[in-house]
């Protein structure tokens, strides 16, 4: 059938599940937003930015599966290119379209604005080509193809992909295919499969502690519910890395907590160390995810990939992971009487603080933890925020992070993106005022499309989380103090948001009663030097790592320090 390429790139992004398109208009991709326009494919969620944009897409992408934005010449691809860093880094497939300068520009070597004016049309292309797993510009002649490359690619590979869509060519007619794209892994070849299956299947059966180590890609290729009965078949304690915070659900019984190396809970680092059988999932160790490379895994352990899986001396290759867990849930014989492990130890009960008291992190995250419900969606940026990790989630929660890439002021972007995609859910969003004030424009889109997420922010006046590397009093962790809670009006004249500064418990108690028909914007002021111990130390062990012997950071007092060792 005849259809215009702008037309059919929409048509084929509606038909993989896109239902929102997330960007800011310019001349070169104007075209394309009137063909939006006109035929309704998507719904246009305009953002203040395009760093914001590629971080709604992200946050879009997983809830929904998969995301786009779409960006004008050279000044969006290079705003939005850390979000599809990140997209890359986390694996987070998400489709961006550059509305580019004119082929006929190209053609008559015409220098055109937002390129670099030095005669070339490649640099963008070639920049996303570090950042993606897929990328073109499309022409009459490819784009009948090169558009379903592009968006299988970002759903097979669960990365992120980039399009040039020259503004002249986006109202051309070609032949393009009638039937709808299918999105779906290819299958398995069948011996490998069977061989793979039966590798795994022999070795947990054959072992007196098997476990399970759960990292993003779990979540990333929705295999959570096949991991879950595995481990209730084997009766084996499943854990997950950080990355992968909520993938199990935590109140799943054969569940363990967070394996971060020595920074972990004993019993959760006892149950992956010393089994006998480790079925690790999409494991990615970084410093941040294994304890600062404390982690250790056992030797034997089985390494499950999107497409592939590594078993002792064996590789297997071309093998898709649900089908290789669905098989070794079929293979592995039911254990009724594994010996029970170590429980883990009962979340001391806190007294309260009394309400008159300052608010201090301790107290914070206590009230946080029983603010929590079944099916919240959380979100947590750099900062003291990460405490929210280790708290103890309740029953269908998703966690929206970005720890290997940790770009701060992604969740605010983020938070945008899944409310979108997932409107009926109650989103809450754990942010420092540092983070937030990176991308703290697109509350106001959060506003205005009437979303109604929790916001607890932290005013500490800074950076804390830097200070523990270094700097515990400089003035380079310092940033100017917003009036954060004030916001909400300045972004929507006309706002019902609930706004709260919260000094101290009581105060906090008070703005967490407060109903959840309306945004709520929670502003709660702590001390610079507040923050738990696992954070600081976290931060004091990378500052180790960042500067080595030689760096700074044992000079006296220039390093924020637990108040225990202190
Ligand atoms: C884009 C980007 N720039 C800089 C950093 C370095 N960085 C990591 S955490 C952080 C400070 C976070 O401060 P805040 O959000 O206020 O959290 P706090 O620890 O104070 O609670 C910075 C600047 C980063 N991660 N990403
Ligand atoms: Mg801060």
Known sequence: ??????????????????????????????????????????????????????????????????????????????????????????????????????????????????????????????????????????????????????????????????????????????????????????????????????????????????????????????VAPELMELAEKMQAPVAVINAAKAVIDETFPHYVGVYNGKASEPHTRDGIETSDCLLALGYRPIEVTTGDFSASLPANTIHARGYSVDVGDNNYQAVTLKEVLKGVIDAVPRVTNRAARQAAAAVAAHAHADGSAKVNQAAYWQAMQEYLREGDVLYVDNGTAFTLLGLKLPPKCTFVGSINWGSIGYSVGALLGALTAAPERRHILFVGDGSFQVSAQELSTILRHDHKPVIFLINNGGYTIERGYLGKDETYNDIANWAYADLPKVFCRDTTARSFVVKTVGELQKALSAANDTMIFVESIMDAHDALAPVINSSNKGAELDYGPRGPQDRENLQLRPVTTR
């Open 1 to 222: 059938m005849k259809q215009s390429i702008g037309d059919f790139l929409l048509r084929r992004l509606q038909e993989a599940g896109i239902r929102h398109l997330f960007g800011v208009p310019g001349d070169y991709n104007l075209e394309l937003l009137q063909q939006l326009h006109d035929t309704g494919a998507l719904k246009w969620v305009g953002t203040c930015n395009e760093l914001n944009a590629s971080y709604a897409a992200d946050g879009y992408a997983r809830l929904n599966g998969l995301g786009a934005l779409t960006v004008t010449n050279g000044v969006g691809p290079l705003s939005a290119i850390n979000g599809i860093g990140g997209s890359y880094s986390e694996h987070v497939p998400v489709i961006c379209i550059a509305g580019s300068i004119p082929l006929r520009s190209i053609d008559r070597g015409q220098g055109m604005h937002h390129t670099m004016a030095d005669g070339s049309w490649d640099h963008f292309l070639n920049a996303y080509a570090h950042v993606t797993a897929a990328h073109a510009r499309l022409t009459p002649r490819n784009s009948a193809t090169e558009i379903d490359r592009l968006v299988i690619t970002a759903w097979r590979e669960k990365l992120p992909v980039y399009m040039e869509l020259p503004s002249d060519i986006a109202y051309l007619d070609i032949e393009v295919p009638a039937d709808p794209l299918v999105l779906a892994e290819s299958p398995s070849d069948p011996e490998r499969l069977r061989s793979c299956i039966a590798a795994i299947a022999e070795r947990l059966a054959a072992a007196t502690s098997p476990a399970i180590l759960v990292d993003a890609d779990a979540a990333r290729f929705g």
